[in-house]
Antibody, heavy 119, light 111 residues
Framework: QVQLVQSGAEVKKPGASVKVSCKAS????????ISWVRQAPGQGLEWMGW????????NYAQKLQGRVTMTTDTSTSTAYMELRSLRSDDTAVYYC????????????WGQGTLVTVSS | QSVLTQPPSVSAAPGQKVTISCSGS????????VSWYQQLPGTAPKLLIY???KRPSGIPDRFSGSKSGTSATLGITGLQTGDEADYYC????????????FGGGTKLTVL
């Protein structure tokens, strides 16, 4: 069965960086991409971007351009999302979701990773 | 402020039917597929509907989706207490700042 398992919760100070992982299993990793979506406390969903696990092509949300980098490691079927220059409003649960393209709906989601940014 | 507009809350009694609306524009819903997600408290979103009206395997036919112009609707029949959750619509936005966009979410209460 398809599973996306994310890394554990993180606490970071403002200005620091965080790297969240998403390990895929149950399907051919390079046949799909991975989207990242975040959800601030009590708020809705915000799309951050997408990366192709086939060729590493990325499509980032304009709002996060320059601060976010998405990568994959095909040898371990793992996707990564790094967010730099963290601010308090980056505090959120970060989700990965499987999708064939940036436009894709995301049929399987990870369990989420809480990132708290606090001084 | 979300790009797609959903009612903040809806409610209905067990066994009844409820609909949740999602309003957008020609740059998003009007020219792209809509999907719907269910988020139970403390859990990740779960795909309910994709490509406007298709259900992934395992999703009961109590859940249905439709789209007309720049709006979409999620319907849930035979409401159960386990359906209490937040529901989100999502689609692609083809404007200059292209990206996937979501509604603000609708809290469903089963009275």
């Amino acid at each position: 069965q398809v599973q996306l398992v994310q890394s554990g919760a993180e606490v970071k100070k403002p200005g620091a960086s965080v790297k969240v992982s998403c390990k895929a299993s149950g399907y051919t990793f390079t046949s799909y991409g991975i989207s990242w979506v975040r959800q601030a406390p009590g708020q809705g969903l915000e799309w951050m971007g997408w990366i192709s696990a086939y060729n590493g092509n990325t499509n980032y949300a304009q709002k996060l351009q320059g601060r976010v980098t998405m990568t994959t490691d095909t040898s371990t079927s793992t996707a990564y999302m790094e967010l730099r220059s963290l601010r308090s409003d980056d505090t959120a649960v970060y989700y990965c979701a499987r999708g064939e393209s940036p436009q894709d709906y995301g049929d399987y989601w990870g369990q989420g990773t809480l990132v708290t940014v606090s001084s | 402020q979300s790009v797609l507009t959903q009612p903040p809350s809806v409610s209905a009694a067990p066994g009844q039917k409820v609909t949740i609306s999602c309003s957008g524009s020609s740059s998003n819903i009007g020219n792209n597929y809509v999907s719907w997600y269910q988020q139970l408290p403390g859990t990740a979103p779960k795909l309910l509907i994709y490509e406007n009206n298709k259900r992934p395997s395992g999703i009961p036919d109590r859940f249905s989706g439709s789209k007309s112009g720049t709006s979409a609707t999620l319907g849930i029949t035979g409401l159960q207490t386990g359906d209490e959750a937040d529901y989100y619509c999502g689609t692609w936005d083809s404007s200059l700042s292209a990206g996937r966009v979501f509604g603000g979410g609708t809290k469903l209460t089963v009275l």
